[in-house]
């Protein structure tokens, strides 16, 4: 009987996750598809002569929303760091609603606060610069970056740390070599979501960036919106694939990391 439950879910789960890829795969592989028919009436490779015919646009567009995803990632480790450890290690009055405040931008919707971070990057001169971009998206997705860390610190505690400052390790090198192996897992957590955060926000982007920030959310939204479905489809295909084998890779990195160091 649990066999059966397990599999029923199993099915459940395809159900959600399987069939709307199922259905872009046909889309983009089919010149005309209409109701009431269950598969495309006409096949055809439009999309992929497009892909070809404009991979220039396509690979630049994707490649900036990557670059500036990878710096949101980095400011986000450096602005939570630190706030993390002190969660996880000190207690002390009024710890809850601090760091309810510091998880506040999860909360709040992009948009109430954007058009006043944009009014305060034009005076910074930061408006319209992928610095821009980066720092407004740390901004929307820290708080992911935080409590990941924070768990992760709280996961293994301090006394590696302590053996290492025992051992005449400076703060820098404990960072280095004690805190950041044992926080690898907790902080591919955290980069997962910033990074995924990041590389599908299209308002804050078009916004602080000016349209002269190339990205691929903003290169594909136009054709989300047309009745070019084929063409639609598959660079959807392709923004749903890239994040996928990225963390694919990330993952495998970190395990060869381990494994080296014979934590595994």
């Not at 305060?120 to 901004?139: K, M, N, Q, S, Y």
């Not at 935080?146 to 610190?153: E, I, V």
Request: glycine share 6%; proline share 5%; aromatic share 14%.
């Amino acid at each position: 009987m649990t066999v059966i439950r397990a599999l029923i879910f199993l099915a459940f789960l395809f159900l959600i996750f399987a069939l709307p890829v199922i259905v872009l795969l046909l889309n983009a592989f089919s010149s005309s598809w209409s109701f009431p028919d269950i598969v495309p009436a006409i096949w055809g490779l439009r999309s992929l002569r497009y892909l070809m015919q404009h991979w220039h646009d396509i690979g630049l567009s994707l490649l900036s929303s990557c670059l500036y995803s990878l710096g949101t990632i980095l400011l986000t480790f450096f602005m939570t760091i630190l706030p993390a450890k002190l969660f996880a290690r000190v207690a002390f009055t009024g710890k809850n609603l601090l760091e309810g405040l510091l998880l506040a931008p999860a909360l709040i919707p992009p948009m109430a606060f954007a058009m006043g971070a944009h009014f305060i990057f034009l005076r910074l001169g930061i408006a319209d610069t992928v610095w821009g971009v980066i720092l407004i998206l740390a901004i929307v997705s820290y708080p992911y970056m935080l409590r990941a860390l924070t768990a992760g610190y709280q996961a293994y505690g301090e006394n590696f740390a302590l053996c290492a400052r025992n051992l005449g390790a400076s703060s820098f090198r404990i960072l280095l070599t004690v805190e950041l192996p044992q926080l690898l897992p907790a902080l591919l957590a955290g980069a997962t979501i910033v990074f995924l955060v990041a590389f599908s926000e299209y308002f804050l982007v078009f916004l602080v960036g000016g349209g002269s920030v190339p990205s691929y959310s903003g290169y594909i939204f136009p054709l989300l919106n047309s009745s070019d479905k084929s063409v639609a489809s598959l660079l959807t295909l392709v923004f749903l694939a890239l994040p996928i084998v990225f963390f694919v890779i990330i993952d495998r990195l970190i395990y060869a990391a381990y494994r080296k160091r014979g934590m595994l």
